[in-house]
Nanobody, 127 residues
């Protein structure tokens, strides 16, 4: 059974950095686009980045461009979200997801196109 599991969340000060991990098992991970999302209380889930199966193409939300980056290591079934200069308003539950579709299509069509989701990891940014 395919599984997606996030880790690495925690408490960080405003302006600080944090790296989240997303481990995907039960899938040929190199064939799957991986995406990162977040959802704050009372707000809709928003897509942050996605990365293609080969890792050669990414899409990044404008509000995090230049601060958040993503990489993947298919040999250990893990993708990473590197977050810098975090802001208190970015406190949220951060999710990882996987889809067989291209990153370009996933970015355009949003969360309904993703097949597999983790349960999220909490990131809290203190002011």
């Amino acid at each position: 059974v395919p599984q997606v599991e996030e880790s690495g969340g925690g408490l960080v000060q405003s302006g600080g950095s944090l790296t989240l991990s997303c481990r995907v098992t039960g899938l040929p991970i190199g064939d799957y686009t991986v995406g990162w999302w977040r959802q704050a209380p009372g707000k809709e889930r928003e897509g942050l980045l996605c990365i293609s199966g080969s890792g050669d193409r990414t899409f990044v939300r404008s509000s995090v461009r230049g601060r958040f980056t993503m990489e993947r290591h298919n040999n250990n079934n893990t993708a990473y979200l590197h977050m810098n200069n975090l802001k208190p308003e970015e406190s949220a539950l951060y999710y990882c997801s996987a889809t067989i579709n291209y990153c370009s299509d996933a970015w355009r069509l949003g969360d309904p196109i993703y097949h597999y989701w983790g349960r999220g990891t909490q990131v809290t940014v203190s002011s």
